[in-house]
């Protein structure tokens, strides 16, 4: 933070001084830079973007831009009455003579963020520089208890909140260590107003808090745990569209034959290929093992596509289908700059809704070559429509056009699912599935390269992180 004219005119010149750096002609000329010159360079930029931060909040707080501000509690006063000296045009050296200190003494109140400085003296100096402080008392302990044991009851267990980062305390139900950083937390995640808190009415999670979805929930007490994660959820997506921010982005195709050609010009159709292609349009692609909740997700949010896998199955095949799947719903409707659909069930329920419907049609054709449906009535005619005879069959179709097997037997399955048929192929088409144990590591380690957490705390970026490290574990 600078706190006075004197160390806002230093930090301007440096600030100048790293732009000119930046903009150099041999920066400007590098044709192709190298990696460690790429390094630099950003570093350069990282540096110039802080300290013009720190310039425009000394400026917005002297002219007067800045008449309200937002703490969390008595700690952060200190920074509060820097701000205000700052609001007031007072010096250091006017404050000093007011306390009937030498100017050296404000001085090191300021370095030391009043360090040892007594509680009476800094309320003296608030009075001096006209803050007025609201006084709201927040005993935020017996509310964290309330909050936590509704969210144990909707199927959110202790160690789920302690992992992720929701609480801090221990999993094995001791108390809360710090209440007032989890209620912040609790807060922020489940949008719960303190009068909310302290109601005796049961808490509710409001669809502001997952991102206005577009999903039918199923009835029941399973619809307190779907709602309590996908809030949770959406800030962890939340965090990675801050993340992203400085990611390049382009327009997602809702042509299945686009879409694989694109992916087929990084390589075959793999789930890695899928996943780097969606990076390569700005789709931050995050992994989620939870159990239940929901199948998948998407979110767009401040312009910024975010979807999120969350399947328990080790079948490259599905996941493929699933990554795509959500692809196709961050292609709909581009012009909004925000956008979720959540879905609760996946490519083995069927569903009439018709977005799902072209989302699992689009996914079908991208990996089986646009041609989905004809294959699946070569494996009928194959089989001669006789249901015993369609694995075998499946595999050969599968050779005959170089797809893969496990593609065509979903699309198979999906198909006579729709058709209502009499038979569950649902277990058959899992033996042709291509397996892999640990398949959503690659996802995670390219999120922990791609996303950049921003400066400062963010809420959102914790989770995000906290959860990407729970992957790794």
């Given amino acids: 933070m600078i706190t006075n004219a004197r160390e806002y005119q230093i930090t301007k010149a440096q600030c100048a001084r790293l732009v000119e750096a930046l903009n150099s002609p041999a920066q400007a000329s590098a044709v192709a830079p190298s990696p460690l010159s790429e390094l630099e360079r950003q570093a350069l930029k990282s540096e110039v973007d802080l300290l013009s931060d720190h310039i425009r909040d000394y400026e917005n707080l002297y002219e007067g831009r800045l008449a309200h501000l937002e703490v969390e509690g008595l700690g952060s006063l200190p920074s509060v009455l820097i701000k205000a000296r700052i609001a007031s045009r007072m010096t250091q050296k006017e404050l000093a003579e007011r306390l009937g200190v030498h100017m050296q003494q404000v001085q090191r109140y300021e370095a030391s963020g009043y360090r040892a400085v007594s509680f009476e003296r800094m309320l003296e100096i608030a009075q001096l520089l006209g803050v007025k402080i609201k006084q709201d008392v927040v005993l935020a302990e017996p509310l964290v208890r309330r909050a936590t044991t509704a969210l144990e009851g909707w199927g959110l267990t202790r160690d789920f909140l302690v992992s992720r980062g929701i609480v801090s305390g221990s999993a094995a139900g001791e108390g809360v260590i710090d209440s007032v950083a989890s209620f912040n937390r609790l807060q922020h995640i489940f949008g719960w107003s303190t009068k909310e808190l302290e109601s005796q009415p049961p808490l509710r999670v409001s669809a502001e808090s997952m991102g206005r979805p577009l999903f ?57 290929t899928v996943i780097d292609w969606a990076w390569s349009l700005g789709i931050a692609v995050l992994p989620l093992r939870d159990r239940a909740g929901f199948h998948g997700a998407f979110w767009r949010i401040e312009g910024r596509n975010v979807i999120v896998l969350k399947q328990q199955t080790s079948s490259l095949d599905r996941l493929m289908h699933d990554t795509l799947h959500e692809v196709f719903h961050a292609s709909q409707e581009p012009e909004l700059a925000s956008r979720s659909v959540i879905d609760t069930s996946d490519l083995t329920t069927s569903s009439k809704d018709p977005e799902e419907q072209e989302a699992n049609m689009f996914a079908s054709n991208v990996l089986l070559a646009g041609r989905a449906n004809e294959l699946a009535e070569e494996v009928a005619r194959e089989a001669g429509n006789h249901g015993p005879a369609l694995k075998r069959a499946t595999s050969i179709v599968a050779r005959r056009h170089g797809v893969s097997a496990g593609a065509l037997a979903n699309h198979l399955a999906w198909v006579l699912q729709q058709q209502a048929q009499p038979f569950d192929w649902w277990g058959t088409a899992q033996n042709l599935q291509t397996l892999q144990d640990g398949v959503l590591e690659y996802a995670r380690d390219i999120a922990f390269v791609r996303l950049v957490p921003p400066r400062g705390s963010d809420i959102d970026a914790e989770l995000l992180f906290t959860a990407l490290r729970s992957e790794d574990q």
């Fill in 216 to 272: 039918k929930l199923p009835g029941g007490r399973r619809q307190d745990f779907v709602q309590a994660y996908s809030a949770y959820a959406f800030r962890v997506a939340s965090g990675a569209a801050k993340c992203a921010a400085d990611l390049p982005t382009a327009a997602v195709p809702t042509d299945a034959e686009d879409a694989r050609r694109q992916i087929l010009e990084l390589g075959p159709i793999t789930l890695q």
